[in-house]
């Protein structure tokens, strides 16, 4: 018996609906990215190991257990994109020829984790990075950039949390204090937890499992490892989001689960998503440029999973983007039909045919399905004395027009 073939698990394939609908959304965030001053890079999937263990940290679950490496060899499927754009900002020492960047990436991620609703093994990030600027301000844009975007796309209901996990010396303290409070409950967590609590407590905070959860929501976790200065700069974040009308909730258990993370960190959610409801996260990583051996430069980024906006936004019902459909009745007027095919695409308007030699009616079928605003009809009589019928297919009206014409005819509809 012949071997019949699926999909790998975690894996998705987009159909023409949803790749019209993944279009939109790469689309509208390009525009908005653009706009906001943001320059689209593209980078390989394959990167080094190491970048991801020393940037994104070793004891993460993106490092851990979750990246998707080359047998053999130190080499893995991207897991993210923050230490990869910084990679290429060092790389090609753009910090000598600059002070400020922002870099937007949309690409195909990897992690080799237990698929899920809205979690698989390769699925698409859309992000920016700002790479130069310590000042509040970029906090806000980064902000209001992510906003803009869902706000192209549709999604409105949305909820902003946000928090500081202060400087490099406040995330020690805090590290500490959490040490002190959950040893004494070290049996209530999940055995993950258990050994996360001497290796990194930080990321005991952002556990999925739901026992952990409730001991960290029972602690707490008041802001007093916060210093003046990283505490200011996120009092000025949070006026500037007022300024700007934007809601958000301070939330002090979000510390996100990459250890680049410093001060302002934020997360956008959406409870139609059930549990894994992020659609998306970002947050300032003032020590990573310093960790991969670069200079001190502040930096602040986020990014989406498109996967998780494409299920708010549900399935698309647009039809195909085809304006014309060439409908040939009789064989005789097959080759002069592929002529008139690429004459129409050709003065920029899409265009299609029957390649089935389907009845007329079968093809007036056909280019409804396909979306079609008019369809030429290609009659043996009508061609011979110089001209086509012309059928308005939102309108039900049809008119004969000389074939000479037809581009000035369609040309407006463009």
């Known amino acids: 018996m012949v071997k019949t073939y699926q999909s790998i698990r975690g894996t998705h394939d987009f159909g023409p609906q949803e790749t019209r609908l993944l279009n939109m959304v790469i689309g509208k965030a390009r525009d908005t990215f653009k706009r906001s001053g943001y320059e689209e890079i593209n980078l390989p999937l394959l990167e080094e190991e190491g970048l991801f263990k020393k940037g994104v940290g070793e004891t993460t679950d993106i490092v851990e257990r979750q990246m998707f490496k080359i047998q053999d060899k130190e080499i893995v499927l991207r897991p993210e994109g923050t230490a ?164 958000y909730t301070h939330s002090p258990h979000l510390v996100r689960g990459l250890d680049y993370y410093t001060n302002t960190v934020f997360e956008i959610t959406s409870d139609a998503l059930g549990s894994q409801d992020a659609i998306g996260a970002g947050g300032r990583y003032n020590n990573l440029i310093k960790s991969l051996g670069g200079p001190d430069i502040p930096a602040i980024g986020f990014a989406f999973g498109v996967e998780r906006l494409l299920l708010l936004l549900g399935h698309s019902n647009e039809p195909a983007s085809t304006k014309v459909f060439i409908a040939v009745i009789g064989d005789a007027l097959r080759q002069e039909s592929l002529k008139l095919i690429q004459h129409v695409r050709q003065a920029g308007i899409s265009c299609d045919t029957d390649y089935c030699d389907k009845s007329l009616k079968a093809q007036l079928r056909t280019a409804e399905r396909k979306g079609a605003a008019f369809v030429v009809i290609m009659g043996e009589e009508e061609w011979k004395e110089g001209s086509v019928m012309i059928k308005n297919m939102a309108q039900s009206t049809q008119e004969k027009i000389k074939k000479e014409d037809i581009l000035t005819f369609l040309k407006p509809y463009a």
Request: aromatic share 6%.
């Open 84 to 247: 990869q754009v910084i990679r290429y900002y060092l790389e090609n020492a753009l910090h000598t020829q600059s002070d400020f960047y922002k870099f937007s990436y949309i690409g195909p991620m990897f992690r080799g984790e237990r698929p899920q609703k809205g979690r698989l093994r390769q699925f698409h990030h859309i992000g920016v990075e700002a790479i130069g600027s310590g000042t509040p301000l970029i906090d806000a844009e980064a902000v209001s950039v992510a906003f803009a975007v869902l706000e192209a796309i549709g999604i409105t209901k949305k909820t902003l949390k946000i928090n500081t996990l202060g400087c490099a010396g406040d995330k020690e303290r805090f590290a500490k204090t959490l040490h002190q409070h959950l040893t004494k409950r070290k049996n209530e967590l999940c055995e993950d937890c258990q050994r996360r609590l001497e290796k990194n407590p930080l990321r005991i905070v952002d556990c999925k499992e739901e026992r952990c959860k409730q001991v960290v929501i029972s602690l707490t976790l008041e802001d007093g490892h916060i210093c003046e200065t990283c505490r200011s700069h996120f009092r000025a974040v949070l006026s500037l989001l007022d300024s700007l009308g934007l809601a």
